[in-house]
């Protein structure tokens, strides 16, 4: 998930959501649900804006862990986040940035989703599944305000 519409700031980091941007992940959040996945694990960059998006997305998921990690600041590589999907046995979310996050799709196969390739708006959400080394693109959630 791309964190929620935010503010202009300096630095980077501090940047907090818009009202919109809160918007924007409720919305998301909902779709989550009416889709009948319960979130395990939220991991956050440990930007403010990721914070607050992950804070937001926990109101709804009380009994998943909410947890900061740094390789999923805005620049990293995605090589070490796909390795570790290997080790994931919880639905879990990732709240990220661009362009960490549209390289992050590039590596999963997309069989042939439409919107594989669209760029990442604000609170957009990639539903992954899969086992092992195993992963796909199952859709998307996109902000409805």
């Not at 998930?1 to 700031?9: E, N, Q, V």
């Not at 980091?13 to 959040?29: D, H, I, N």
């Not at 926990?58 to 080790?87: G, H, M, R, V, Y």
């Not at 669209?118 to 199952?138: P, R, Y």
Request: net charge negative.
């Amino acid at each position: 998930m791309r964190h929620g519409d935010a503010l202009f700031g300096y630095p980077d980091k501090t940047r907090v959501l818009s009202p919109k941007g809160q918007a924007e992940v409720k919305s998301v959040v909902q779709q989550i649900i009416a889709a009948g996945i319960d979130i395990q694990k939220i991991y956050h960059s440990g930007f403010k804006r990721t914070m607050q998006t992950a804070s937001l997305i926990a109101d709804d998921f009380k009994k998943a862990a909410n947890d900061s990690w740094d390789l999923i600041t805005p620049d990293q590589n995605p090589e070490p986040i796909i390795e570790s999907l290997s080790l994931w046995d919880k639905n879990t979310i990732i709240v990220t940035h661009m362009p960490l996050i549209q390289s992050l799709l590039d590596e999963i196969p997309a069989d042939n989703h439409p919107e594989s390739s669209v760029s990442f708006d604000t609170a957009m959400t990639c539903h992954l599944k899969g086992q092992g080394n195993q992963w796909h693109i199952e859709g998307f959630f996109k902000p409805q305000l």
